[in-house]
C-alpha cells in the first residue's frame, strides 16, 4: 500500500508533478495565498530521522556533509559543514547550524506535517570558492521557492558579501531587481485582468569558474492594480548570469524530469549522493527513505476493522501514519497497556455515500508488535503536539478523553504537569505571533528563534526563550503563564531586550490554547498575572470574590457575579472622557456600588467599587465582619494607615496597595470598632 504525500487528499489522474502543473496554470483565478519561505518551517510534530555524515570526493572543496535527510513525505534536507578552522570558516558553519536548526523539527519527528520541505544543497566548487547554494521550498502554494547563498572564499578565508558580488559583476542590486521585473513582463500570459511583475530581490549569488557571477532573485506577478485583488500572486525565481535571464519554475517541470538550478557537470560529487545526483531522475536516496513502508500488522489489522465495522471488503483509498506518540510518560495507563513503547495514529479514507470520510485509528507498539485499539471517529483537522501523548493539544485531548472512556486511561493528566518541562505548544506559539503582529508596529516581523530568517530584512523581533511559569484556573478555563526573552534586530545586529515579558493564555477544557489574553510585565505570582488578564483586572489582589460564584470583579474589570439588573445612573458632564460616544455610570446592587467609565460599544470598567456585604472577600479572605486583627494578619507591613488621598477625612481605616504612594488599584478596610464594615476598592490612575 503505497504512502500519499498529503493526508485526506484525492487521488487525481496523472502524476503528482502533472497535478501541480495544472494547478500552476491556473495560478491568476483563486484569491492570494500568503508568502512566506526564507526562515519558516512547517510547525510539525514527531519524526524519527537518521542523519548521515559524507565526504566530498572533489578536492578542492573545503567543506563536508553534516546532514542529509530524505523521508517518503517528500522532507529533503542537505547541509554540509566547513572543514576549514579560519574565522571566516566558522561564521559560514553558525549560519549552516542556523539553518539547519530551522529544519530540526522535521527532521526529529517526520509524521504529522505536510511534508515537501525541501532544503536542497547546489556544492558549486571551484578553484577558489565554495559555493554552496541551497534551495528552500515548502508544501506551500504561490510560488516557486526560494535560494540562500553562502559563498566561502578559501583564498582569504573570508565570505564573500553580495556587495562585492555586484562590483565584480559591474552592476547594482536596483539594476537587477528592474531588470527582473521587466523580464517577467515579457513572459506573462495573456489573461482576464492585467497583471504586472513587481518587488523583485536579490536572494543570493555564486560566482562561476570564470569568475562571472550568477545571482538569484525573486519577483511577484500580480495585479496590475494595486486596488485590484482579482489574482493570486505568485513568487516567481529567476537567475541571471551574462546579461541573460532563466526562470527557474521547477514546481511547473513534469513528470520526474526536475530542472537542476545548476549543471551537473559544475557540481561536486559526493560518496553519498546528493538529491541532485538521483532526484531529477526519479530515483532514490542511498539507503531509501525513512518511513517508506505501513507495517503490514497495520495494514491487515485495518483491513479487518473495515470488513467487520465498515462492512467493507475492499481496502482504504488511503491509509498514512499521521501521529506517532513514543513518549508515553505522565499518563496513567491501565495495567495492561502501561508497558508499550509508544501509540501511532493511521488515517484512513474511503468512500461512503457518495462523499469522502477519514477516520483515525489508534494503534499500540510494543517492539515490532501492533495492536488496534479503537476509532477516534471522523477526522477533523486539530492542532497535534509532537512526541507526548500527555501534551496540550486538541488532537492529543480527544485522544486522551477518548482513551478514559475506554478504560485505557485511569485518570486524565493535570493541565500544569503536562505544560511543565515541555516545550510552548505549537498552537500557541501561533497564537503569541499573531497577537505580535497585531500588538507591535506594522512594520515589525515577529518569529521564534527556531523560525527567524537567516538575514532579517527591517525591524524583527525574535522570541528567544519560551519558559512556562504555572497557571490558576480562571472558571472553566485555566490562564497560563509564560515569560518570554525576546531580541531585535535593527541595523543590522540583534540586541536583547533588557526585560523579560509575561504571556497570558487562555487554555479550555479541549485543550485549545490559542488565545492570547494579555501580555504582563512580571508580576509577583503566575496566579496574580492569569488573573489581571483573565479578568481585565488592574491588580489580581484588589478584587472581590462573591460566595458560590468563580470571578471576582475590581478595577478594570465588570461585576458579572449578579443575575439582578442594577440600579444605573448615568454620570452627564463627569470627566475625563477618552473617546467620543463614551460615558461615565454608576451602578448599584443591595449592599455594592460600582463607579464605573463606559465605552461607546457597551462594555465598561470599574473605577471604583464599594460594598457593606458579608458574601464578598479579597483573595485573601477578608470580607465585612472581619477584624482588625485579621486584616492585619492578612496585609501585614503593606498595610498603611496614613491618608488616602484626602478621599476620607476622619474615618477608621486601613489601605493597601501595590505601589506605596497609593497609584493605581487600592483596597480600602474601613472600621466600625474592632470590624470591618465597609470594604472600598479604588482605582487612582496617574
Same mark, same amino acid.
Given at each position: ?16 508533478? +502533472? ?138 578565508? @573570508? ?6 558580488? %555586484? ?13 527582473? +521585473? ?13 497583471? /504586472?511583475?513587481?518587488?523583485?530581490? &536579490? ?16 519577483? !511577484?506577478?500580480?495585479? /496590475? ?11 516567481? %525565481? ?17 513528470? %520526474?524530469?526536475?530542472? %537542476? ?37 497495520? +495494514? ?29 510518560? @505522565?499518563l496513567d495507563l491501565a495495567e495492561e497497556w502501561r508497558d508499550m513503547d509508544a501509540l501511532e495514529c493511521y488515517g484512513i479514507t474511503y468512500g461512503a455515500n457518495g462523499t469522502y470520510v477519514g477516520e483515525d485509528l489508534l494503534f499500540f507498539r510494543k517492539g515490532e508488535q501492533y495492536t488496534f485499539v479503537g476509532s477516534l471517529g471522523e477526522y477533523d483537522s486539530e492542532q497535534v503536539e509532537p512526541t507526548r501523548l500527555a501534551a496540550v493539544g486538541t488532537y492529543n485531548y480527544r485522544i486522551m478523553y477518548w482513551m478514559l472512556e475506554q478504560g485505557i486511561l485511569t485518570a486524565f493528566p493535570e493541565a500544569d504537569a503536562m505544560l511543565r518541562d515541555a516545550p510552548m505548544p505549537l498552537a500557541a506559539q501561533s497564537a503569541a505571533v499573531a497577537y505580535f503582529y497585531s500588538n507591535r508596529p506594522a512594520d515589525m516581523s515577529i518569529f521564534f528563534a527556531d523560525q527567524a530568517p537567516l538575514q532579517p530584512e527591517?525591524?524583527? !523581533? ?24 525576546? #531580541? ?15 504571556? &497570558? ?7 485549545? !490554547? ?6 504582563? &510585565? ?34 478594570? #474589570? ?16 463627569? +470627566? ?46 477578608? @470580607? ?15 498595610? #498603611? ?46
Amino acid at each position: 500500500m503505497n504512502v500519499p504525500h498529503t493526508r485526506l487528499s484525492t487521488r487525481m489522474s496523472g502524476s503528482a508533478k +502533472e497535478t501541480e502543473q495544472r494547478l500552476r496554470n491556473l495560478f491568476a483565478r483563486h484569491k492570494r495565498p500568503a508568502l512566506l519561505l526564507v526562515g519558516m518551517v512547517t510547525l510539525a510534530i514527531g519524526l524519527c530521522g537518521g542523519l548521515v555524515a559524507c565526504r566530498s570526493t572533489t578536492q578542492a572543496g573545503s567543506f563536508t556533509m553534516d546532514t542529509q535527510y530524505y523521508d517518503a513525505l517528500g522532507n529533503y534536507i542537505e547541509i554540509p559543514r566547513l572543514t576549514a578552522e579560519g574565522e571566516g570558516a566558522q561564521e559560514v558553519n553558525q549560519a549552516l547550524a542556523a539553518l539547519k536548526s530551522q529544519y530540526q523539527t522535521v527532521m526529529d519527528a517526520p509524521v504529522n506535517t505536510v511534508g515537501g520541505q525541501r532544503c536542497l544543497l547546489y556544492p558549486a566548487v571551484t578553484e577558489r570558492y565554495d559555493n554552496l547554494i541551497f534551495y528552500l521550498d515548502s508544501a506551500s502554494s504561490g510560488n516557486d521557492g526560494d535560494i540562500y547563498t553562502l559563498v566561502y572564499d578559501r583564498q582569504e578565508d @573570508r565570505v564573500v558579501t553580495l556587495t562585492e558580488a %555586484l562590483e565584480l559583476a559591474g552592476t547594482t542590486e536596483d539594476a537587477l531587481c528592474r531588470g527582473a +521585473e521587466e523580464y517577467l513582463n515579457g513572459e506573462l500570459p495573456e489573461a482576464e485582468v492585467a497583471l /504586472a511583475a513587481q518587488d523583485g530581490a &536579490v536572494t543570493g549569488f555564486r560566482i562561476r569558474d570564470d569568475g562571472g557571477v550568477e545571482f538569484y532573485l525573486t519577483c !511577484m506577478t500580480d495585479d /496590475a492594480d494595486p486596488a485590484v485583488d482579482a489574482v493570486d500572486g505568485w513568487q516567481h %525565481l529567476l537567475a541571471y548570469a551574462d546579461g541573460n535571464w532563466r526562470h527557474y519554475n521547477c514546481k511547473a517541470t513534469l513528470m %520526474l524530469t526536475e530542472e %537542476l538550478l545548476i549543471p551537473a557537470e559544475e557540481l561536486a560529487g559526493f560518496d553519498t549522493p546528493l538529491w541532485y545526483q538521483w532526484g531529477p531522475s526519479g530515483g532514490e536516496p542511498e539507503g531509501g527513505f525513512v518511513m517508506e513502508q505501513i507495517p503490514p500488522q497495520v +495494514e491487515e489489522q485495518v483491513l479487518q476493522y473495515m470488513k467487520d465495522s465498515l462492512g467493507y471488503s475492499e481496502p482504504p483509498m488511503e491509509l498514512i501514519l499521521c501521529a506517532s506518540f513514543h513518549d508515553l510518560s @505522565r499518563l496513567d495507563l491501565a495495567e495492561e497497556w502501561r508497558d508499550m513503547d509508544a501509540l501511532e495514529c493511521y488515517g484512513i479514507t474511503y468512500g461512503a455515500n457518495g462523499t469522502y470520510v477519514g477516520e483515525d485509528l489508534l494503534f499500540f507498539r510494543k517492539g515490532e508488535q501492533y495492536t488496534f485499539v479503537g476509532s477516534l471517529g471522523e477526522y477533523d483537522s486539530e492542532q497535534v503536539e509532537p512526541t507526548r501523548l500527555a501534551a496540550v493539544g486538541t488532537y492529543n485531548y480527544r485522544i486522551m478523553y477518548w482513551m478514559l472512556e475506554q478504560g485505557i486511561l485511569t485518570a486524565f493528566p493535570e493541565a500544569d504537569a503536562m505544560l511543565r518541562d515541555a516545550p510552548m505548544p505549537l498552537a500557541a506559539q501561533s497564537a503569541a505571533v499573531a497577537y505580535f503582529y497585531s500588538n507591535r508596529p506594522a512594520d515589525m516581523s515577529i518569529f521564534f528563534a527556531d523560525q527567524a530568517p537567516l538575514q532579517p530584512e527591517g525591524r524583527t !523581533m525574535r522570541i528567544d526563550e519560551a519558559t512556562y511559569l504555572g497557571l490558576r484556573q480562571l472558571y472553566e478555563t485555566y490562564g497560563v503563564v509564560y515569560q518570554l526573552r525576546c #531580541s531585535g534586530w535593527e541595523d543590522g545586529n540583534w540586541y536583547a531586550y533588557p526585560e523579560p515579558l509575561w504571556l &497570558v493564555f487562555q487554555l479550555g477544557q479541549g485543550g485549545d !490554547m490559542t488565545t492570547v489574553l494579555d501580555e504582563s &510585565v512580571p508580576r509577583e505570582t503566575v496566579e496574580q498575572a492569569a488573573l489581571e488578564q483573565g479578568y481585565h483586572l488592574v491588580d489580581g489582589e484588589i478584587a472581590l470574590w462573591r460566595d458560590g460564584y468563580p470571578n471576582p470583579a475590581g478595577p478594570g #474589570s465588570e461585576v458579572g457575579f449578579f443575575r439582578e439588573e442594577p440600579v444605573v445612573t448615568v454620570l452627564e458632564g463627569a +470627566e475625563p472622557i477618552y473617546q467620543e460616544g463614551d460615558w461615565w455610570q454608576q451602578m448599584e446592587w443591595e449592599g455594592l456600588s460600582a463607579l464605573c467609565y463606559c465605552n461607546a460599544d457597551g462594555s465598561y470598567a470599574i473605577q471604583r467599587l464599594e460594598t457593606t456585604r458579608t458574601d464578598l472577600s479579597t483573595d485573601r479572605g477578608i @470580607r465585612v465582619g472581619s477584624t482588625r486583627a485579621e486584616v492585619e494578619a492578612a496585609y501585614g507591613e503593606k498595610l #498603611s494607615r496614613t491618608d488616602y488621598w484626602s478621599l476620607y477625612p476622619g474615618e477608621d481605616y486601613l489601605w493597601y496597595c501595590a505601589d506605596p504612594e497609593g497609584w493605581g488599584a487600592a483596597i480600602l478596610f474601613f472600621f466600625d470598632g474592632d470590624q470591618v464594615s465597609r470594604i472600598v476598592l479604588n482605582n487612582m490612575f496617574n
